[in-house]
Structures are given as C-alpha cells and as structure tokens.
C-alpha cells in the first residue's frame, strides 16, 4: 500500500511512518521543513517538502497514492486561528479530489462536534464538514483526546510557582491521549480498511484535572501539587506573557471555557471507544519527570 503521511516527524506522524514501514509499506511524509529530508529518509520514507497551503503541491504529493493520512499542523503565528485550520483542510480536500485518493485517515479531536466555542477544535470542525462532502472517498476521522505531552508546556510554572492549573476547576473531566496511541489506531485503521465516512474516538484515560496534577506531582517529588483554576482573564496574561501570541492565547482560553462547561465531553462520554490505548496517566507521569528533571 502506497501512503502519504503529513505531520512531518511529529509526535503521531514518526511513529505512524514507523509503524507502516515496518509492514511494507511505501510511505510519503511531508515536512515543510528541507532539514527534516535526511530523517525522513533515514526512516526509510520518501521526503515531499513544501507546504500544506499549496495545492499543487498537495495534489502532487498525494497521487497514486492508495491512502493518506492528514492533520493540520500548528500556526502559532496565525491571526484567524480557526480560519487557519478550516484553510488547510480545504486545501487537503481539493487535492484529494484531484489527486484520485480513495482512503482518508483524518486527525480531528473530542470537541470537534461543536461548531464554535472550543478554540482551535472548532476549525476541526469545520475540517469535518469540509470532508463530507468528499463522495466516494473513504474518509475515518480519529478524535482524540487531550494529548498527555501538552502538560510538557507546564514544567516552567511548577518549577517557578508550585502549581499546575488552567482556566478550569481540579474538578473538571480530563480525556487523555499519547500521541503513541493515536499513531496505532491511525495504523490500524489504515492497514485494515473501511468504507463511508465514519469517525472513531481515540483515548488512552480517563481522569481530572486534579487527579493530573496529583499524579505528575508525585512523579517529580512534589506529592501536593495543587490544580489551580485561573480566570478566563489571568490565563490570557498568563500566556502572552509566556510569549504566545494573542490570537492563539484567546482560541486556548475560549477551548479551557469549553472544558469548564464540560460541553467538550458530551459527545464522547455517549460514544465512548469500547478499549482505550495502553498508555496510562502513570505510564506518562515517567516520561514527564523525565523532561522536568533534564
């Protein structure tokens, strides 16, 4: 089987890449980044560089392909955070029209049956609805949870003020995913087939806010790391501060709103996956203290 990856060597991207090399098939992987070849290549892929924003080059890296694999990749510096994402999935779906791609693994996110209200995902949305109308073309949607290594942005504000927190409550519903777990149901899903337009939930646990930061605290010889709720406002500051742009500040706090509300579970908590990945809050706590402590 012939498929192109996008992601570049992220987080999913690699070891999906991995995962498919290792069963025979020829992979593709786009990066926008010409330093990233060499790697790719090292993996025993074929390198496409260039942009997702260009469709000429999309169509090109996607025909004769038998199935491809998207996701949109992060634009701190964008200032319509949801116009950025719905862009490029449009972008993706006209190149898969045009490029006779009759197989659509999709990465989207819980959250994404919302249209408004929840950050960035609501831009997954619209990449969604961007895919239905794909006829003919087999497209699976992989909402995921809310990936384990984000807490990695967290380490500065533990060392530097001993607790962990958001604009949400330590009571407020955590689904977690490693971006391992997504990379196997990605796989999977590829490999096996399937037809019509579906979409699968992919989590590794189910947790709190508290119980994370109780957890990851144990993990780094802090047992009583507190979750603190921060206001819509002090989040904002918060992260501008920290050097993101206002934009991207304003979408993370609007999607914080929608964990609050607990609108973000509503669909996944009535469709839940029957199995959930294997890498649990524990499993990740070790890989966490490992990053804290380098």
Known sequence: MKVTITGSLGNISKPLAETLIKAGHEITIISSDEGKKAAIEELGATAAI????????LTAAFSGKDAVYTMVPPNYGATDVRGFIAGVGKKYAAAIKASGVKQVVNLS????????????????YDVEQIYSKLDDIAVKHLRAG??????????????????????YGAEAPFVLVHPIDIAAVAAE???KGFSGHS???VASDETTAGEVAKVLGGA??????????????????G?????LPEPMAKSYVEMGDAVRSQKLYTHY????????????????????AQAYQA
């Open 109 to 124: 996110s819980i959250g994404a049956h919302l249209d408004g209200g929840t950050g960035p995902i609501s831009g997954l």
């Open 220 to 237: 780094i010889g802090k047992p009583k790391l507190p979750w603190v709720e921060f206001s819509d406002a002090d989040a904002l500051q």
């Open 146 to 167: 809310y990936f384990y290594v984000n807490f990695l942005g967290n380490i500065d504000m533990i060392k530097h003020a001993n607790i962990i927190g958001a604009n």
């Open 199 to 201: 979409l699968r939930y």
């Open 269 to 288: 908590f009535d469709n839940k996956p029957a199995t959930l990945g294997h890498i649990k809050l524990q499993d990740f706590a070790k890989e966490f």
């Open 239 to 243: 992260m501008t501060q920290a050097g």
């Open 50 to 57: 260039g942009s997702v924003e260009d469709l000429d080059f």
């Open 189 to 191: 899903e590829l490999q």
